[in-house]
Protein backbone atom coordinates (compact mmCIF):
# COMPACT_ATOMS: atom_id res chain seq x y z
CA UNK A 1 0.00 0.00 0.00
CA UNK A 2 2.75 2.01 0.66
CA UNK A 3 4.40 1.38 -2.20
CA UNK A 4 1.10 2.32 -4.48
CA UNK A 5 0.68 5.79 -2.42
CA UNK A 6 4.50 6.45 -3.06
CA UNK A 7 4.07 5.79 -7.09
CA UNK A 8 0.46 7.82 -6.65
CA UNK A 9 2.22 11.42 -5.88
CA UNK A 10 5.68 10.76 -8.31
CA UNK A 11 2.46 10.49 -11.33
CA UNK A 12 0.51 13.45 -9.73
CA UNK A 13 3.57 15.42 -9.31
CA UNK A 14 4.57 14.80 -13.35
CA UNK A 15 1.40 15.37 -14.58
CA UNK A 16 1.65 18.74 -13.06
CA UNK A 17 4.88 19.40 -14.13
CA UNK A 18 3.71 19.02 -17.56
CA UNK A 19 0.67 21.11 -17.17
CA UNK A 20 2.75 23.99 -16.09
CA UNK A 21 4.61 23.52 -19.24
CA UNK A 22 1.12 24.44 -21.34
CA UNK A 23 -0.34 28.21 -21.93
CA UNK A 24 -1.93 29.11 -18.57
CA UNK A 25 -0.01 26.12 -17.13
CA UNK A 26 0.40 27.47 -13.87
CA UNK A 27 -3.20 28.21 -13.53
CA UNK A 28 -3.99 24.68 -14.75
CA UNK A 29 -1.51 23.33 -12.95
CA UNK A 30 -3.28 24.89 -9.70
CA UNK A 31 -6.41 23.99 -10.34
CA UNK A 32 -5.53 20.23 -10.93
CA UNK A 33 -3.61 20.25 -7.30
CA UNK A 34 -6.81 21.21 -5.90
CA UNK A 35 -9.00 18.51 -7.55
CA UNK A 36 -6.49 15.53 -6.44
CA UNK A 37 -6.34 17.46 -3.22
CA UNK A 38 -10.15 17.09 -2.91
CA UNK A 39 -10.20 13.45 -4.19
CA UNK A 40 -7.46 11.98 -2.03
CA UNK A 41 -9.11 13.35 1.07
CA UNK A 42 -12.51 12.47 0.53
CA UNK A 43 -11.90 9.14 -1.20
CA UNK A 44 -11.91 6.49 1.40
CA UNK A 45 -15.93 7.59 2.22
CA UNK A 46 -17.02 5.73 -0.75
CA UNK A 47 -16.07 2.59 1.19
CA UNK A 48 -18.72 3.83 4.24
CA UNK A 49 -21.59 2.46 2.23
CA UNK A 50 -20.67 -0.97 1.77
CA UNK A 51 -19.13 -0.61 5.76
CA UNK A 52 -22.61 0.19 7.12
CA UNK A 53 -24.00 -2.81 4.78
CA UNK A 54 -21.78 -5.12 5.65
CA UNK A 55 -22.32 -4.17 9.33
CA UNK A 56 -25.70 -4.90 9.16
CA UNK A 57 -25.64 -8.17 7.65
CA UNK A 58 -23.70 -9.28 10.64
CA UNK A 59 -26.24 -8.56 12.41
CA UNK A 60 -29.05 -9.93 10.27
CA UNK A 61 -26.79 -13.20 9.78
CA UNK A 62 -26.83 -13.85 13.75
CA UNK A 63 -30.33 -13.06 14.00
CA UNK A 64 -31.18 -15.90 11.38
CA UNK A 65 -28.31 -18.65 13.03
CA UNK A 66 -30.17 -18.37 16.27
CA UNK A 67 -33.18 -19.06 14.75
CA UNK A 68 -31.33 -22.24 13.04
CA UNK A 69 -30.03 -23.46 15.96
CA UNK A 70 -32.96 -23.84 17.50
CA UNK A 71 -34.16 -25.59 14.47
CA UNK A 72 -31.03 -27.98 14.72
CA UNK A 73 -32.12 -28.63 18.59
CA UNK A 74 -35.67 -29.80 17.93
CA UNK A 75 -34.22 -31.95 15.13
CA UNK A 76 -36.06 -30.35 11.83
CA UNK A 77 -31.98 -29.99 10.78
CA UNK A 78 -29.55 -32.06 11.13
CA UNK A 79 -27.33 -29.44 11.36
CA UNK A 80 -27.13 -25.61 11.14
CA UNK A 81 -24.67 -25.59 7.73
CA UNK A 82 -27.57 -27.14 6.34
CA UNK A 83 -29.81 -23.51 6.63
CA UNK A 84 -27.11 -22.39 3.65
CA UNK A 85 -28.77 -24.94 1.26
CA UNK A 86 -31.85 -22.88 1.73
CA UNK A 87 -33.52 -19.56 0.79
CA UNK A 88 -34.63 -16.99 2.88
CA UNK A 89 -38.56 -17.31 1.96
CA UNK A 90 -38.07 -20.82 2.52
CA UNK A 91 -36.11 -20.98 6.01
CA UNK A 92 -39.16 -18.51 6.82
CA UNK A 93 -41.32 -21.47 6.38
CA UNK A 94 -39.47 -23.86 7.82
CA UNK A 95 -39.19 -22.04 11.26
CA UNK A 96 -43.12 -21.24 10.78
CA UNK A 97 -43.87 -24.86 10.32
CA UNK A 98 -40.83 -26.78 12.22
CA UNK A 99 -41.07 -29.03 9.02
CA UNK A 100 -38.91 -29.27 6.31
CA UNK A 101 -38.22 -31.76 3.04
CA UNK A 102 -35.06 -32.71 3.19
CA UNK A 103 -35.09 -33.88 -0.42
CA UNK A 104 -34.74 -30.08 -1.35
CA UNK A 105 -31.15 -29.85 0.99
CA UNK A 106 -29.87 -33.60 -0.44
CA UNK A 107 -30.46 -32.48 -4.37
CA UNK A 108 -28.76 -29.02 -3.49
CA UNK A 109 -26.03 -30.14 -1.87
CA UNK A 110 -25.26 -33.04 -4.59
CA UNK A 111 -25.86 -29.81 -6.98
CA UNK A 112 -23.09 -28.18 -5.19
CA UNK A 113 -20.49 -31.07 -5.16
CA UNK A 114 -20.96 -31.19 -9.36
CA UNK A 115 -20.46 -27.10 -9.51
CA UNK A 116 -17.66 -27.35 -7.72
CA UNK A 117 -15.97 -29.96 -10.31
CA UNK A 118 -16.56 -28.02 -13.24
CA UNK A 119 -14.08 -25.44 -14.56
CA UNK A 120 -14.74 -21.77 -14.87
CA UNK A 121 -14.16 -20.34 -18.28
CA UNK A 122 -11.34 -18.00 -18.68
CA UNK A 123 -13.51 -15.09 -20.55
CA UNK A 124 -17.58 -14.71 -20.54
CA UNK A 125 -19.46 -11.31 -21.36
CA UNK A 126 -22.40 -9.79 -19.77
CA UNK A 127 -24.59 -11.82 -22.13
CA UNK A 128 -23.15 -15.19 -21.13
CA UNK A 129 -21.31 -15.75 -24.50
CA UNK A 130 -18.13 -17.89 -23.84
CA UNK A 131 -15.55 -16.70 -25.87
CA UNK A 132 -12.25 -19.33 -26.43
CA UNK A 133 -9.02 -18.47 -27.71
CA UNK A 134 -5.20 -19.28 -27.47
CA UNK A 135 -2.51 -16.51 -26.71
CA UNK A 136 -0.33 -15.45 -29.54
CA UNK A 137 3.05 -14.30 -27.97
CA UNK A 138 6.69 -14.46 -29.40
CA UNK A 139 9.78 -15.39 -27.72
CA UNK A 140 8.35 -17.28 -24.45
CA UNK A 141 10.56 -18.82 -22.44
CA UNK A 142 10.64 -22.45 -22.78
CA UNK A 143 8.15 -23.73 -20.48
CA UNK A 144 6.69 -20.86 -19.74
CA UNK A 145 2.45 -20.54 -18.96
CA UNK A 146 1.15 -17.73 -20.90
CA UNK A 147 -1.50 -15.08 -19.14
CA UNK A 148 -2.81 -11.39 -18.82
CA UNK A 149 -1.00 -9.26 -17.34
CA UNK A 150 -2.38 -6.93 -15.04
CA UNK A 151 0.13 -5.55 -12.77
CA UNK A 152 3.57 -5.18 -13.52
CA UNK A 153 7.00 -6.03 -11.82
CA UNK A 154 8.51 -9.61 -11.57
CA UNK A 155 8.81 -11.55 -8.46
CA UNK A 156 9.67 -14.92 -7.19
CA UNK A 157 8.47 -17.05 -4.46
CA UNK A 158 6.92 -20.19 -3.10
CA UNK A 159 3.08 -20.80 -4.97
CA UNK A 160 0.64 -21.67 -2.43
CA UNK A 161 -1.90 -23.38 -4.67
CA UNK A 162 -5.29 -22.04 -3.05
CA UNK A 163 -8.66 -23.44 -3.95
CA UNK A 164 -10.33 -22.28 -0.81
CA UNK A 165 -10.28 -19.66 2.32
CA UNK A 166 -10.29 -22.73 4.19
CA UNK A 167 -7.09 -23.73 3.23
CA UNK A 168 -5.32 -19.99 2.82
CA UNK A 169 -2.97 -20.73 5.37
CA UNK A 170 -0.01 -18.21 3.91
CA UNK A 171 3.34 -16.77 5.03
CA UNK A 172 4.75 -13.92 4.34
CA UNK A 173 5.74 -13.34 0.73
CA UNK A 174 4.43 -16.18 -0.67
CA UNK A 175 2.61 -16.14 -4.50
CA UNK A 176 -0.94 -16.93 -4.49
CA UNK A 177 -1.95 -19.53 -7.27
CA UNK A 178 -6.01 -20.04 -7.19
CA UNK A 179 -8.67 -20.82 -9.70
CA UNK A 180 -9.54 -16.63 -9.24
CA UNK A 181 -10.24 -14.55 -5.99
CA UNK A 182 -13.70 -12.08 -4.47
CA UNK A 183 -13.46 -9.13 -2.26
CA UNK A 184 -13.63 -12.00 0.48
CA UNK A 185 -10.05 -13.08 -0.18
CA UNK A 186 -8.65 -9.33 0.09
CA UNK A 187 -6.92 -10.29 3.90
CA UNK A 188 -5.28 -12.27 1.89
CA UNK A 189 -3.57 -9.75 -0.06
CA UNK A 190 -1.73 -8.37 2.74
CA UNK A 191 0.65 -11.17 2.90
CA UNK A 192 1.52 -12.52 -0.36
CA UNK A 193 3.75 -10.50 -3.16
CA UNK A 194 2.75 -12.05 -6.09
CA UNK A 195 -0.84 -13.19 -8.05
CA UNK A 196 -1.71 -15.92 -10.35
CA UNK A 197 -5.27 -16.82 -11.52
CA UNK A 198 -6.79 -18.80 -14.12
CA UNK A 199 -9.70 -16.59 -14.49
CA UNK A 200 -9.85 -13.03 -14.92
CA UNK A 201 -8.98 -9.89 -16.47
CA UNK A 202 -8.42 -6.04 -15.85
CA UNK A 203 -10.64 -5.14 -14.12
CA UNK A 204 -11.24 -8.08 -12.04
CA UNK A 205 -11.00 -8.39 -8.62
CA UNK A 206 -7.76 -9.97 -8.14
CA UNK A 207 -6.19 -7.70 -10.60
CA UNK A 208 -7.53 -4.16 -9.02
CA UNK A 209 -6.16 -5.17 -5.82
CA UNK A 210 -3.31 -6.48 -6.53
CA UNK A 211 -2.47 -3.10 -8.72
CA UNK A 212 -3.37 -1.33 -5.50
CA UNK A 213 -0.82 -3.15 -3.21
CA UNK A 214 1.80 -2.85 -5.83
CA UNK A 215 1.60 -6.80 -6.42
CA UNK A 216 3.36 -8.56 -9.86
CA UNK A 217 0.08 -10.05 -10.88
CA UNK A 218 -0.65 -12.40 -13.91
CA UNK A 219 -4.84 -14.14 -14.55
CA UNK A 220 -6.25 -16.06 -17.06
CA UNK A 221 -3.26 -18.65 -16.50
CA UNK A 222 -4.95 -21.98 -18.20
CA UNK A 223 -4.96 -24.85 -16.04
CA UNK A 224 -2.30 -22.84 -13.01
CA UNK A 225 -3.67 -24.55 -10.03
CA UNK A 226 -2.52 -28.05 -11.75
CA UNK A 227 0.18 -27.05 -13.73
CA UNK A 228 1.54 -25.45 -10.47
CA UNK A 229 2.59 -27.81 -7.45
CA UNK A 230 1.73 -25.99 -3.76
CA UNK A 231 5.07 -24.92 -2.70
CA UNK A 232 6.84 -24.83 -6.12
CA UNK A 233 9.07 -21.77 -6.58
CA UNK A 234 8.02 -19.88 -9.63
CA UNK A 235 8.29 -16.75 -11.33
CA UNK A 236 5.45 -14.02 -12.03
CA UNK A 237 6.27 -11.63 -14.68
CA UNK A 238 3.47 -9.31 -13.94
CA UNK A 239 4.81 -6.90 -16.81
CA UNK A 240 5.16 -9.38 -19.78
CA UNK A 241 2.32 -11.92 -18.67
CA UNK A 242 3.89 -15.39 -17.84
CA UNK A 243 4.92 -17.53 -15.64
CA UNK A 244 8.03 -19.84 -14.93
CA UNK A 245 8.32 -22.69 -12.51
CA UNK A 246 11.67 -22.56 -11.12
Known sequence: MRITILKSQLLSEERLERLKQLPDGEEKAKETKRMIDIIRTFIGYREYPKYGMINRYFVYKQALMKEVEQLVQSGVLHEKEDSYYLTIEELREVVRTNKLDYQIVSLRKDEYKLFEKLTP????????????????????????????????????????????????????????????????????FVSIKGL???????MTHGAVIAREYGLPAVVRVENATKLIKDRQRIRVHGTEGYVEIL
Not at 149 to 156: R, Y
Not at 196 to 202: I, K, Q
Request: proline letters at 7%.
Open 121 to 188: PGVITSDGVIIAGEYKRENLPEGAMAGLPVSSGVIEGRARVILTMDDAHLEDGDILVTTFTDPSWTPL
Open 196 to 202: VTEVGGL
